[in-house]
Every structure is written in structure tokens, then in C-alpha cells.
T-cell receptor, first 110, second 116 residues
Framework: GIQVEQSPPDLILQEGANSTLRCNFS?????LQWFHQNPWGQLINLFY???GTKQNGRLSATTVATERYSLLYISSSQTTDSGVYFC????????????FGQGTTLQVKP | GAVVSQHPSRVICKSGTSVKIECRSL??????MFWYRQFPKKSLMLMAT?????????EQGVEKDKFLINHASLTLSTLTVTSAHPEDSSFYIC????????????FGQGTRLTVV
């Protein structure tokens, strides 16, 4: 099945800095999503982005499906951005079964 | 977007008892739902696919008799952790796929299970 890898595993930033999180996947995808997991465990859906570019406030994401990667950009980071960011994908079989990367733990310091 | 509701959000149970977790799609029908498990500081691991009207499909290494899944209706899937042990303590979360061409997945709030 599809494999999903994220980098970096950990990231520490000063408030106001920008960052880029990367997600590589091993096969063509029908779905690619980015999530932020809050301290209570809930997955906050950031982007549904199997291809192309989307922006939502200080966050944006780009998926280059032909090269099998996706990027999540966080600009002007805030302490509330801290947490774990996951990307997840499922392949062309379209089963809806998402495979998660290992996550990037982001810490934004004041 | 679509809403998936999971209940309870937190449960503590004694070893040897069984615990049922519910996952409901509130404003759409879901013939398929998915159950994931997350260990502390780890990623989400797919446990099984819940299929409405038929048996669940379990991922390799997941004990079918330990984690009973029932998908009784188009809006409800349940996961029952049977004869719970402390090592079953974990975070469990369900999801349902989107409809039509849009394949976005929607997740419940998750259930934190502690077995004492």
C-alpha cells in the first residue's frame, strides 16, 4: 500500500517565523489531507488537497501530485500553532482508507 | 463540511470489562467508516474498515475478537473493546469518507480509553 513520510519530525520556531512542512507519498493519490492535532487529540482538518494550491489565512498548502509530495506553509507563526501536524493520503483505489505520516511536532516559542 | 460525532470522548474502565465506542455520521450516510488507534506521541494507525451490513475488514495484526466492530446502520458504527487490558489503553478515533467525487475524510473527536 501507499507509504507516507513527513519531515522534519520536530520543528522549533520563534513566534513570527515562517515554516514549511513536507509530506512525501509513494504512489498516486486520490486524497491528500493535512491535519493539526490539538492537545485534546482532535484532528483539525486544515486542507483537503489532492492537487494544486490552497490558502487559508496564514496557512497554505501545495500538492504536486506528479512528483508525489505536498507542502504545508505556516507564515507568521503563533504560539497557538504549536502541536502535531499530520498529512494523510489514500491511493487510487479510492477506498477512503487514509494512511498517516508520522507527523511533525511544531513548537512555537514566544 | 460533514460532521462525524464520536462518543464517549473519555472513558475509564476496569480490566476485564468491555467498552463500546460509538461513531455517528450526523448529516450524511456512511456505508464505510474507519477506525484508527493512536499511541502516545505516535501516529494514527488504521485498525479496521467498518462496512454497513457486512463484516468489518481488519488490518494485519489487529485482533478481531478483541476489537469488535458493528456497522448497524448507515449512520452508526461501533467499536467494542472486549475484555479490556491496560495495554488497550489508547486514543481511538473514527472517520467517514466524503461523498461523491470528493474523497475528503471527516473525523470524530476521538475517545481516550484508560484501562485500570
Amino acid at each position: 500500500g501507499i507509504q507516507v513520510e513527513q519531515s522534519p519530525p520536530d520543528l522549533i520556531l520563534q513566534e513570527g517565523a515562517n515554516s514549511t512542512l513536507r509530506c512525501n507519498f509513494s504512489d498516486s493519490v486520490n486524497n491528500l489531507q493535512w491535519f493539526h492535532q490539538n492537545p485534546w487529540g482532535q484532528l483539525i482538518n486544515l486542507f483537503y488537497i489532492p492537487s494544486g494550491t490552497k490558502q487559508n489565512g496564514r496557512l497554505s498548502a501545495t500538492t504536486v501530485a506528479t512528483e508525489r509530495y505536498s507542502l504545508l506553509y505556516i507564515s507568521s507563526s503563533q504560539t497557538t500553532d504549536s502541536g502535531v501536524y499530520f498529512c494523510a493520503a489514500h491511493g487510487s483505489s479510492n477506498t477512503g482508507k487514509l494512511i498517516f505520516g508520522q507527523g511533525t511536532t511544531l513548537q512555537v516559542k514566544p | 463540511g460533514a460532521v462525524v460525532s464520536q462518543h464517549p470522548s473519555r472513558v475509564i474502565c476496569k480490566s476485564g470489562t468491555s467498552v463500546k465506542i460509538e461513531c455517528r455520521s450526523l448529516d450524511f450516510q456512511a456505508t464505510t467508516m474507519f477506525w484508527y488507534r493512536q499511541f502516545p506521541k505516535k501516529s494514527l494507525m488504521l485498525m479496521a474498515t467498518s462496512n454497513e451490513g457486512s463484516k468489518a475488514t481488519y488490518e494485519q495484526g489487529v485482533e478481531k475478537d478483541k476489537f469488535l466492530i458493528n456497522h448497524a446502520s448507515l449512520t452508526l458504527s461501533t467499536l467494542t473493546v472486549t475484555s479490556a487490558h491496560p495495554e488497550d489503553s489508547s486514543f481511538y478515533i473514527c472517520s467517514a469518507p466524503g461523498q461523491g467525487q470528493r474523497t475528503e475524510a471527516f473525523f470524530g473527536q476521538g475517545t481516550r480509553l484508560t484501562v485500570v
